[in-house]
């Protein structure tokens, strides 16, 4: 049987922008679920079993977003690997707009003779 982290890995890369890490909401609600004073016991219990909820919610929350983690590309590498990773495309971005420059400047000449 698999396991999850090996079907994790299967799944297509997804970007920074669609990681769903918005806890706050969350959060908040279970810090105003225990701040919360009640008089009545009943009210007490089914305010502590609603706050036990939010937690696993919470949970499953975290494990989504560890889950999207895994999937965004080069997260694999380590910090080195990264940047320098980073250097290369850098590297490559300023090659590519020096041509598309060269480019550019050529066909503005060649249409001044025109």
Known sequence: ME????HSERLSPITVQEVD???LPIVYEIIRSVERDFL??????????GCSLKVIDLQKKLDIARTQIKRLPGIELNKQDQLKQFEI????LRLKRELLQKYRNMCSFETSFK
């Open 3 to 6: 396991n999850n982290t090996d």
């Open 21 to 23: 890490v918005d806890f």
């Open 40 to 49: 009545d016991n009943s009210v007490k219990v089914q305010e502590s079993q």
């Open 89 to 92: 495309l850098q590297t490559q």
